[in-house]
């Protein structure tokens, strides 16, 4: 399986964490194209960020030309997704989506945690989107100030983070966590031994997602732009 993940915001050090979360996920033989949208924001938090890292997506893809049977869209609120399947014709899944139906299949209540109150609004409009907020047990976050390199959030956030999903655990009102945002991709391998939910990697969520739609296809290479 080859695909080509995409990071919409032009952070080299969440870019690398994309691409170490999506190995994660890989089988011998698969091949992941990482790379990120140059010229985007270096890190997507409000709707402005959000429209530019959209037209840098679809950039990056137009650049890259054929040869894959997938796209993954390493955002959480999925950036520029929906512009990708009007061009291509292989999947396009965006993480936010593959987070939430994986939450959906381990059943019942979820909750969303990340890393910064700015991000919190963005992701309600994702899970309302997708029409999952029935199942939204809320979306949680710490409030650190955080460093100038996004690709740095993680070393600073793990700690609280993992304390707020300890928090979280122990209300009982979920029944698995999703941590969300790109640039917590791999984190929740590592938080994982210590908690009693499960806690979903969105970034790996979407890699098994593609892998499911690359067999429902017969394992058929696809990826061509559409040539209207």
């Known amino acids: 399986m080859r695909l080509l993940v995409i990071n919409p915001n032009s952070s080299a050090g969440v870019t690398r964490h994309i691409g170490a979360a999506a190995s994660g996920g890989a089988l011998p033989g698969d091949e992941f194209i990482v790379t990120q949208a140059d010229g985007a924001p270096t890190l997507i938090v409000d709707e402005r960020d959000a429209r530019l890292a959209e037209q840098a997506v679809v950039d990056t893809v137009l650049a890259r030309g054929k040869g894959f049977d997938g796209i993954i869209v390493a955002s959480f609120g999925d950036t520029g997704a929906e512009s990708l399947r009007r061009i291509v014709d292989c999947p396009v899944v ?34 309302a989107g997708y029409g999952m907020q029935e199942w939204l047990a809320g979306i949680h976050v710490v409030d650190v100030p955080l460093p100038e390199d996004p690709g740095e959030i993680q070393s600073v956030v793990e700690k609280p983070l993992l304390e707020r999903c300890l928090e979280v655990s122990a209300q009982g009102e979920c029944r698995s966590i999703v941590l969300g945002g790109g640039p917590l991709a791999g984190l929740a391998m590592r938080l994982a031994p210590s908690l009693s939910l499960p806690v979903i990697d969105a970034t790996v969520a979407a890699v098994q997602l593609q892998r499911t739609l690359h067999f429902s296809r017969g394992g058929c290479p696809g990826m061509f732009l559409r040539s209207s």
């Open 94 to 127: 965006g993480i936010g989506h593959a987070s939430l139906l994986t939450a959906s299949a381990l059943g019942g209540p979820f909750a969303v945690i990340s890393f910064a109150p700015a991000v919190v609004p963005s992701m309600q409009r994702l899970v």
